[in-house]
């Protein structure tokens, strides 16, 4: 079989149709706007954006007429206008039924009927109306009245640039003050208290610097003497333990800890604390102490106990 020639025309390349409307953005176009609309590109708008606009109406509504406005005879809607204007017909008739007359007679009476209904609700609505306007006209002037007799709160009078004092009394002389006599006795009462504490603080400050006087170093003889006590010569050093070897003050065993000194200034209940505190001896002696000095009012040394 022979081969099959070329085709004389060339045939197109093939186009996706979705691929040929692209374009070189992202941004999805609005076919229905231009570029150059101010709603060509979509942004959020709050709920309400501007106040409702109220259609404008040409023409101007005539005065409505007060139907009841005057009073006694002029009140359209009182009795005896009502009678007036509904009153029955002169001569009576009796027309035939289904006749003409009996309709005209039959619809007369039924204009006059909504005459008397409709004027008896307008009032009535007038009337509800208007206690209905009284009762909150009445309801706002009470709220008022309440709002401007109010005190004044307590954030607003200290905020307020306004500080209603008498000026010229600031000025020229003492602002009044009811109560200063009160404040200033309160005060010397005070006062005479915290200086009679302060006295008693620094009496018994001084008391004790006496009693602790008696064992304070001024002299190098002294000092050499208490150096001497406290750590011993060159040749016999102060020894530490029960056996007198211990070079140590860890010979004596550990010191207080702090709960042991709760224990013993609260009067632990526990044996084992207070015999760690140093037993009831040592409470009784302190006790002693502090009874001793209240009689006397001065302090006691602990090496008379």
Request: proline share 7%; hydrophobic share 30%; net charge positive.
């Amino acid at each position: 079989m022979p081969p099959r020639t070329a085709l004389s025309t060339p045939l197109r390349a093939w186009k996706c149709p979705s691929c040929s409307q692209r374009t070189f953005t992202s941004t999805a176009g609005r076919a229905s706007v231009g570029p150059e609309h101010p709603r060509y590109i979509n942004f959020p708008e709050p709920p309400q954006q501007n106040a409702p606009q109220h259609k404008w109406m040409k023409g101007v509504l005539p005065v409505p007429r007060d139907v009841f406005g005057g009073k006694g005879a002029g009140d359209q809607s009182s009795e005896e206008a009502l009678a007036r204007k509904t009153k029955a017909a002169e001569r009576q008739r009796d027309p035939e039924k289904g006749s003409r007359e009996a309709w005209k007679a039959r619809m007369a009476e039924q204009r006059k009927r909504n005459l008397r209904e409709g004027v008896r609700e307008l009032k009535d609505r007038q009337q509800k109306t208007r206690r209905r306007m009284e009762t909150a006209q009445a309801e706002k002037y009470r709220e008022q009245d309440e709002l401007l007799s109010r005190p004044e709160r307590e954030d607003e009078r200290l905020t307020t640039p306004s500080h209603g004092l008498d000026l010229d009394a600031l000025y020229h002389g003492q602002v009044p003050d009811p109560s200063r006599q009160t404040r200033l006795a309160l005060k010397r009462e005070r006062s005479a208290a915290f200086e009679a504490t302060r006295t008693a603080e620094r009496l018994d400050s001084v008391n004790t610097l006496y009693s602790h006087a008696r064992n304070f170093i001024v002299t190098p003889k002294q000092l050499d003497e208490a150096v001497e006590n406290a750590f011993g010569t060159n040749d016999f050093p102060v020894t530490f333990g029960d056996r007198g070897e211990g070079m140590s003050i860890w010979e004596t065993g550990k010191p207080q800890s702090v709960q042991d000194m709760l224990n013993r200034a609260n009067n632990a209940r526990s044996s084992k604390a207070i015999e760690s505190a140093g037993g009831y001896i040592a409470i009784n002696q302190e006790r002693v102490r502090r009874i001793a000095e209240a009689l006397t009012g001065g302090k006691m040394d602990t090496d008379n106990f």
